[in-house]
């Protein structure tokens, strides 16, 4: 990321560039299709040409930006239709999801965007998987947008490993090469599964994505990213679903957790940490320790009091330094204890 304004213009241009849509006045004609129970392969065929007509116009209008909205509005109308039926918005979302996979990869920023915004509209879980070829746009506003909509569709995708699982995974490896801090946020609370479907069983699978994530970050880190509060919303998730891990996953995610922690107590001990950094790194460490305690209470291991995060005095002193060092072995001895000794 380049600048602390990043983050804000990347919302500035999604809220520019994705207005709401228009209603439309005019009848819409797939109307009657998407209004059956059950649909024909006729009806089927008739909304993959009508859909790929309104793809191409969009794909097309990249340099005028009232087509594009337009274009846009006709994709999104046909999910608004009165008395539509679920298979007639699955049948619909199937056929966009289908026709968008070229556009939503465009290197033209607005058509992308524009072709993100269709699928997230629709809120259909047969659009999860163009949501996650998304995941590859070379614009990171893309990316937020695919990552929220992916997001938005955990309660509707999550009874379903089938169609789960891919979606993690496909999360896990774009996280790993994410730069951008808030695109690297909103992938780490599509992952966050739990935090949205409380019941949702295959916490594994997040924990797998976290992991590929957690193991790039580190290495980040170790170059000298100093960027160590770009985590919190992952290692908050790492506590979630921490519990529905396999033991290999447990294992990593508590190494993981105990490295971050190492991180933020070197950064905060650091002579050359800005003073205006530190208020930074004490939420952090607060969260990783929070997810530490929950991997240790599941093995009944006694969990130290938060004595990283506690021990962070806004002022840094060589007494603070010397408490936060002394926490966090606290932290290793404590998970020495458990199933999961780290080094």
């Not at 009232?66 to 239709?81: E, N, S």
């Not at 026709?99 to 058509?111: F, H, Q, R, T, Y």
């Not at 490295?259 to 790194?281: I, M």
């Amino acid at each position: 990321m380049t600048g602390s304004r990043t983050p804000y213009l990347l919302v500035a241009m999604v809220l520019a560039l994705c207005a709401a849509p228009r209603a439309s006045l005019a009848k819409d004609e797939l109307d009657s299709i998407v209004k059956k129970d059950k649909l024909s392969d006729g009806d089927v065929a008739t909304i993959d040409t009508v859909v790929e007509q309104r793809v191409r116009k969009l794909s097309d209008a990249a340099k005028n930006p009232k087509q594009l909205r337009d274009a846009r509005d006709a994709l999104i109308a046909t999910a608004t239709v009165k008395q539509a039926t679920p298979a007639g918005l699955d049948a619909y979302a199937a056929s966009c999801s289908k026709s968008l996979i070229g556009p939503v990869l465009s290197e033209n920023l607005a058509v992308g965007l524009e072709a993100t915004r269709v699928l997230t509209e629709l809120s259909n879980a047969r659009c999860i998987e163009t949501l996650t070829s998304a995941l590859r746009s070379p614009h990171a506003a893309v990316r937020y947008r695919a990552a929220i909509g992916i997001r938005d569709l955990h309660t509707k995708i999550a009874p379903n490993r089938a169609a789960a699982r891919p979606t993690l995974s496909a999360l896990g490896s774009a996280g790993a090469l994410e730069e951008n801090e808030l695109v690297l946020r909103s992938i780490y609370e599509a992952i966050d599964f739990k935090k949205s479907a409380s019941t949702f069983q295959f916490g594994d699978d997040s924990a797998a994505a976290l992991s590929e994530i957690f193991t790039a970050r580190l290495a980040a880190l170790d170059r000298g990213s100093r960027d160590e509060s770009k985590d919190t919303a992952g290692l908050e998730a790492a506590g979630r679903c921490f519990a529905d891990a396999n033991d290999a996953h447990k294992a990593e995610i508590v190494a993981a957790l105990i490295a971050f922690l190492g991180k933020q107590v070197d950064r905060y001990c650091a002579a050359d940490t800005a003073p205006e950094y530190v208020p930074s790194l004490q939420p952090v460490a607060r969260t990783t320790e929070g997810s530490l305690k929950n991997a240790l209470d599941s093995a009944r291991v006694a969990a130290p009091d938060f004595p990283v995060s506690r021990n962070m005095a806004q002022k840094v002193t060589d007494a603070a330094r010397k408490a936060t060092r002394d926490g966090l072995e606290e932290w290793r001895s404590a998970v020495n204890k458990s199933p999961w000794p780290v080094r």
